[in-house]
């Protein structure tokens, strides 16, 4: 099963609204991802999380906080966002085990975000 | 800073023909390279991981290949089919950040005309 899951499909928010998108991989992967992904871009990366700790941060905006209950499980909670953080966020997975750098990455089939 | 960049654009072949895809970055310090397919509006499926110790790795029709001093890899798909019409994206994971940053290109959008 090489499968990453997220939820919701599809999601739209003002900008006072608080929510929170949801990934999960049962691959027994250590390595999790939020990538931010615009209109005819590639993706963007914004945090890493390696064993359930952030390692990666890319100068996200504080409305955008990422949190990793456990080793299947990442959340991005989203507050007070703006209309130009509208995009298609992926959560990805790989393995990289025992400092290993070189696995696949997974990715879910993404969260279509719309900021009124 | 590492930049990854894909020719072409945009590429449009009748079904059944041969293409190569290519994709460039400028810093050799990389761990693996990285296709994928992109549908509109989907995630990513991966194709094919080429190790940078590798030269080439083969997936049925696909083939891709690394060079790593010159900093390219191109990505061939033989016998092109119109179920191939997608993004293809290619992505360096780096050797900083301990190997957990990954840099992507802008992609290729390919469409197969039957």
């Known amino acids: 099963d090489t499968e990453v899951t997220q939820t919701p499909k599809h999601l739209v928010m003002g900008m006072t609204n608080k929510k929170s998108l949801k990934c999960e991989q049962h691959?027994?992967?250590?390595?999790m991802y939020w990538y931010k992904q615009k209109a005819k871009k590639p993706p963007e990366l914004m945090f890493v999380y390696s064993y359930e700790k952030l390692s990666i941060n890319e100068s996200v905006p504080s409305r955008f906080s990422p949190e990793c209950p456990n080793s299947s499980l990442l959340n991005l909670h989203l507050h007070a966002l703006q209309p130009e953080d509208s995009a298609l966020y992926l959560c990805a997975s790989s393995q990289d085990s025992g400092g290993y750098r070189r696995e696949t990455q997974y990715f879910g089939p993404g969260t279509r975000l719309l900021v009124l | 800073k590492q930049e990854v960049t894909q020719i072409p654009a945009a590429l449009s072949v009748p079904e059944g023909e041969n293409l190569v895809l290519n994709c460039s970055f400028t810093d050799s310090a990389i761990y693996n390279l990285q296709w994928f397919r992109q549908d509109p509006g989907k995630g990513l499926t991966s194709l094919l991981l080429?190790?940078?110790?590798?030269r080439e790795q083969t997936s049925g029709r696909l083939n891709a290949s690394l060079d790593k001093s010159s900093g390219r890899s191109t990505l061939y798909i033989a016998a092109s089919q119109p179920g191939d019409s997608a993004t293809y994206l290619c992505?360096?994971?780096?050797?900083?950040?301990?190997?957990?940053?990954?840099?992507f290109g802008p992609g290729t959008r390919l469409s197969v005309l039957p």
């Open positions: 080429i190790q940078s110790s590798q």
């Open positions: 691959m027994g992967h250590r390595a």
């Open positions: 992505a360096v994971r780096l050797m900083d950040n301990y190997g957990q940053n990954f840099v």
